[in-house]
């Protein structure tokens, strides 16, 4: 048996260099073929590998997991079965029969035609059932950029931010899977020189490039994760457009938090990229002043090397490049944000989803969202068709990819991308 992480191994299955789905990645989703129900598959080159059907044909019977798993709507119940030992086993195996070296599963042709499918062929998912849903608020630049915006450079951070990972209760039922499209929200604004709010459709959509990752099932409610114990208890990762009206936001957001400007939608990538998968890109954690407290020490390189980027398209085809940041220029380690979510004894089921907020490298390319690339809209964007963007309008598709390349091999997500329309579509 060879590592899945080896990057020597190869598949038997065509994977193209520039793939985000090596033999080393194999993603977990959920996909439904044309005619068939929804079932548990892994990304492996252009193609989607059934495992519904490979559990029918036996090939996944060592590992002792219900056939059922396999053809749910969800991940969930494979991930509450296997947990992080199984799903581990389980990846393991795949890679194995996936091995150009192994003519286990591809000598078996009727297998291979049954089970293989061209991802074109497929409609992708959502892959969990997200039940619930926290944003965190984990990158030191964003915060800045935002404080510097509304407060002043000297007063960014607010006091608070260095000590603890900042975070809110979202909503897990507005969140959809890459291709659904995002209609524009109503809401209560304040322009800065009127008297009295006014309803009507944001004026100041906006993307927030984030990552999200999902657990596995926790501990009891009253029990915490401890910082040491926590990668034990995340799945994987994936992108992650967290949606916001900004107008609506800033009206509402005194004293309670994020409400309309943040509910009306957020867009994740199809795939949950493993943390094993993801083991050979983890990077050092910065440096972090002043020193925290003991449960939210860590020890080891708790943050990951992953390039994102986002682009725009406005409608004519064109994808224009407007930001590249890397997941590493967190603060906040997921190990932290998950230690610190639970401390108070609150429990975590199974595919509950925890985002890290907008991820700003310190460069202005990098940043994470439109307030910040168009600095609150002072700085207005061009686009290759000579229009402008300060925010988002109606009729353009944000896409967003990340991925990370080692030892030449690329580990990628794949990308979320997402139509805007407006209220009368």
């Known amino acids: 048996m060879i590592a899945a992480n080896d990057p020597e191994l190869k598949s038997w299955v065509e994977v193209p260099s520039a793939s985000d789905f090596p033999i080393q990645n194999l993603p977990f989703g959920i996909f439904r073929p044309v005619g068939k129900t929804p079932r548990v598959g892994v990304a492996i080159g252009h193609y989607v590998l ?18 059922a798993c396999y053809g749910s709507r969800h991940l969930n119940p494979l991930l509450q ?67 510097s915006m509304f407060r002043d450079p000297d007063n960014a951070l607010l006091p608070n931010w260095k000590r603890l990972p900042v975070g809110y209760h979202g ?55 401890g910082i040491d114990e926590a990668d034990d208890y995340i799945f994987g990762l994936c992108l992650f457009n967290d949606w916001s009206a900004r107008d609506i936001q800033a009206w509402e957001y005194v004293p309670l938090g994020p409400f309309l400007g943040k509910n009306f939608g957020s867009s994740i990538s199809p795939w949950i990229v493993t943390l094993d998968a993801l083991e050979p890109f983890r990077v050092p954690s910065p440096q972090q002043d002043p020193e925290v407290l003991p449960y939210l020490q860590q020890s080891g390189p708790g943050h990951y090397d992953i390039d994102l980027d986002v682009f725009i398209d406005t409608g004519d085809g064109h994808e224009n490049a407007v930001c590249r940041s890397n997941l590493k220029h967190l ?28 991820i700003s490298a310190t460069e202005a390319s990098g940043y994470g969202s439109m ?15 000579g229009s402008e963007r300060c925010f988002i309008e109606d009729g353009d598709t944000v896409i967003m990819r990340g991925a990370g390349e080692r030892d030449g091999v690329r580990v990628g997500f794949g990308e979320v991308r997402t139509l805007v329309v407006g209220n009368d579509a």
Request: aromatic share 8%.
């Open 50 to 67: 059934d495992l519904h059907e490979l559990s029918k044909r036996s090939f996944l019977d060592r590992l002792g997991f219900p056939r």
């Open 81 to 147: 079965v296997a947990g992080k030992a199984g799903m581990r086993q389980l990846r393991q195996r795949l890679s194995d029969l996936l091995n150009a070296n192994n003519d286990e599963l591809s000598s078996d042709h009727s297998a291979v035609a049954a089970a293989l499918y061209p991802t074109e062929h497929v409609d992708l998912l959502m892959p969990v059932r997200v039940r619930d849903y926290t944003d965190f608020y984990a990158s030191e630049q964003h915060a800045f950029n935002v404080g």
């Open 171 to 225: 909503r897990a039922s507005s969140i959809v899977v890459s291709g659904v499209p995002v209609r524009r929200p109503n809401g209560q604004s304040k322009p800065p020189q009127a008297e009295e709010p006014v309803f009507g459709p944001t004026r100041r959509l906006d993307f927030e490039l984030e990552m999200a990752f999902v657990t596995f099932q926790g501990k009891a409610m009253g029990e915490s994760i």
């Open 331 to 358: 603060y906040w380690s997921m190990r932290q944000q998950l230690a610190h979510h639970t401390v108070g004894g609150c429990n975590i089921n199974v595919g509950d989803m925890m985002a890290s907020g907008t």
């Open 371 to 385: 307030l910040e690339l168009s600095w609150n809209g002072s700085k207005p964007l061009t686009m290759q068709d």
